[in-house]
């Protein structure tokens, strides 16, 4: 076993960076194999997830080499059309295989996806536009696999009942290599996305916005090879700035920009934490105090779901009450009981909404009683160490975010949900200052 032994009461203060891209670069393997010439893609996060979705990559028939942060990927032909179960229950994103085997083998099966077990995280609404594209696929519960198959994936209109960043990622990889057009209504607008539709179309496909929550994709019959590079991780900036703000210090990120953050930064400024804009990257410190905020979740642009968990450690220290509203995913807030357990004045509880299904982006139908939908923290809280566990990624953060205030020393478990997401993320911040050490039994 592995765990993270983190010391509190450090101000984090010096320069640093921050990886690739995580949602990018995953997505990016899976475009890499709609063709048979070789793509090359720069500055990807070397984090577990990254090397899972490799080793999918060579399972399949492919050929991955990594030289530092940039990998090659070649796959001239499927050499087999189905991920093991090992492999596709360790990540979400090997669902995504559906569309390149499709688009060139006409056959996929796969496991049902893993991952972090955020609520349900259904395919559905994947599986129902892959199935208008002419692909038959079933779902065999005997041996936990989707079995797919086409006789050639076909140009449609397809509307998402709700927003799907990798359902849109999904329909988009998959129309590429179809014959006709494809118009993806309702379609997700993160800027990972845009991404992904600027390194197909240096592969030779034809993608644009139209308009508003619409894409449009003319099919091309073969795409070749391309070097992209990947912006920096929204999320990890997010997680650093926090940090710094909540340890009473002063960070300056380079190499990144404000363009995706927008709303981050409007939230920081009604907190009243610090942050500077410069030619060379971002600056964020601590001012006078933290003021309580009002946050709701929403798919881009919005205040990102995935930032909800760190900015709920900086809410415990802010002077009033603060409420935080997830209605991405239906149980997010399962690291609230970590914060409890280290002093934290919050309490779980679910909003009266007027329209849950207007409200709220997930499938109601996997709602339940036992989850809770929003927190409510008062602070200024004094946390304390304690012994806790992380759940998933960002969660995962958030709570070593919280040791690092904590009075004392804090033991942080199943930390392998930390590597999932972050590049030697404890390694960055003790080099920042702070007392933080991984230790292995």
Known sequence: MTKLIVGGGKKLKGDTEVSGSKNVALKALVAACLTTEEVIIENVPLISDFYVMCDIIKEL??????????????????KKTKISLERGAEIRTSAMFLAPLLARSRQAVIPNPGGCRLGAR???????????????IKYRSADGYFHAR??????????????????TETLIIAAVLAEGKTVLKNAAEEPEID????????????IKRTKKRTIEIVGVSKLHGTSFRILPDRNEIVTIAIAAIVTGGDVFIKDVKKEGLEDFLSALEKAGGGYEIKNSGIRFF???????????????????????????????????SSIIHETVFENKLEYVRDLQKMGANATLFNPKVSDKNKVYNFNLEDDS???????KIEGPTSLHNAVVTMHNIRAGAAIVLASLIAKGESAILEIEHLDRGYEKFDERLKKLGADIKRVRK
Do not use: C
Request: proline share 6%.
């Open 122 to 136: 259904p395919i559905d609404r994947t599986i129902e536009g892959l199935s208008k594209m002419g692909a038959d």
């Open 195 to 206: 991404e992904l539709i600027s390194l197909l179309n240096s592969m030779g496909a034809k």
């Open 150 to 167: 086409s006789r050639g994936l076909r140009g449609i209109e397809f509307t998402f009942s709700k927003n799907t960043h990798t359902g």
């Open 286 to 320: 601590a001012k006078d105090g933290i003021s309580p905020t009002n946050i709701e979740t929403s798919p881009y642009p919005g205040f990102m779901t995935d930032w909800q968990a760190p900015w709920a450690v900086l809410m415990t220290q802010a002077k009033g």
């Open 369 to 375: 009683a036992d989850y809770f939908h929003a927190v």
């Open 61 to 78: 028939g492919g050929q991955v080499k990594i030289l530092d942060h940039k990998v090659s990927v070649k796959l001239p032909e499927f």
